[in-house]
């Protein structure tokens, strides 16, 4: 048995608390503009303020939150402005991602992705939104794995929070999920015949049309606040 064999891979407190923080952010537990509790936060996870703020600052960093000085932290709000700046960057580098990831996609890795989007496809047919998100989240991410490119994932990652989040703003009527099936469809078919400009238009006009239901959400629910107001 070799060194690496050997050796057993374990996840830091602080990517630990980054990723628990960032999920409930995502899922909405953490709502918008909410103030973020960090005493409770602490007895819940069973750790210090120390290492709570240092993930908070993390999670700052990727425009999920707002710090406040003495004031501690809130969920940021997102807004139609937010998703016409940052989608068209995030499908920019899916496209990229695509393209790279044609050119060093290997049988084993092509067989995960069909595995992964079976799997999608199945939740998709029950019905069972929430899984079928953390697959279609865990394909785009084998993508980015597959590109092997370590600036484009630190860039890509720097968005992903977000993105992750404002997919959760949106109400995803029966036609659109459809939709996004099929375009899941197709990117299999063009990863498939390792056909990277294809894939890459595809990936670019999954994150535009992913947008613009987005916005539809975000606007329906500015209205709904408008007229409760």
């Known amino acids: 048995m070799t060194d690496s064999e050997r050796t057993i891979t374990r996840v830091s407190l602080h990517d ?8 409930l952010i995502v899922e909405g537990e953490l709502p918008p503009g909410g103030k973020v509790p960090e005493k409770q936060l602490c007895t819940d996870f069973g750790v210090s303020r120390t290492p709570l703020r240092e993930a908070l600052k993390v999670l700052a960093s990727e425009g999920l939150l707002e710090l406040h000085p003495n004031r501690g932290a809130t ?20 496209a990229l991602a695509g393209e790279l990831a044609c050119r060093n ?49 630190s860039l890509h990652r720097g968005l992903s929070g977000r993105i992750r989040r404002a997919r959760y703003v949106a109400n995803m009527s029966k036609a659109r999920w459809a939709q996004a099936v099929e375009e899941h469809e197709r990117i299999l078919e063009a990863l498939s015949s390792r056909d990277g400009p294809r894939l890459g238009d595809i990936l670019r006009s999954h994150l535009a049309n992913k947008a613009e239901v987005i916005k539809e959400g975000l606007a329906a629910d500015t209205g709904e606040k408008r007229r409760s107001a």
């Open 105 to 153: 996609l290997t049988d084993e890795s092509l067989a995960e992705l069909r595995a992964l989007h079976y799997q999608m496809v199945l939740h998709y047919h029950r019905s069972e939104l929430a899984p079928y998100f953390r697959i279609n989240q865990e394909i785009h991410e084998k993508i980015l794995d597959i590109a092997g490119n370590a600036t484009l994932s």
């Open 16 to 23: 630990e608390l980054v990723g628990r923080l960032r999920d």
């Open 75 to 94: 969920v940021a709000k997102l807004t139609l402005e937010d998703v016409d700046e940052m989608f068209p960057v995030m499908g920019s580098l899916e």
